[in-house]
């Protein structure tokens, strides 16, 4: 009789336990599909911005020249980062650098960094990796004195 029943309990425990291990699985297999999702949307909200501004016939080189920013770094170098320095050809605005935590995987018409390398001064650094700002400035910050701005935020005030 008392086997019968460490035996049940034993085997309601390991249920319970088994159960408890596979709903934190996949938990953080939703959290990190979410996370996903967010950063894309981002992305794409971003990118839809650059088309309305492309629409309405203007460049964001407009934005550097106002600001005074002739050279500038990009930080993130995925279809955003290829896509600024595409729009800063032929322009006034010359693009020093890209930083990439795949710096060295990554060919680009510009040399591409480490943020753990010795950072080039520039008047500016673009972010295109939007969804981690905050930490992408905070580390920047770190290493540069100069302003650090999101490519979101120049898009919506071109």
Known sequence: M???AISAISMLIGAVTGASI??????????RAQAMSDKHLSLFLMMNQWVKVKQEGKNLSAYFEKNNYKKIAIYGMSYAGETLIDELKDTGVEVAYGIDQKADSIYAE??????????EDVDAVIVTAIS???E?????SEKLDCPIISLEDILYEV
């Open 22 to 31: 596979v709903g934190k699985i996949q938990s953080d297999n939703i959290e």
């Open 136 to 140: 992408i400035e905070e580390k920047l």
């Open 132 to 134: 981690f700002f905050d």
């Open 110 to 119: 510009v040399d591409i960094v480490s943020v753990n390398s010795l950072l």
């Open 2 to 4: 008392k086997k019968g």
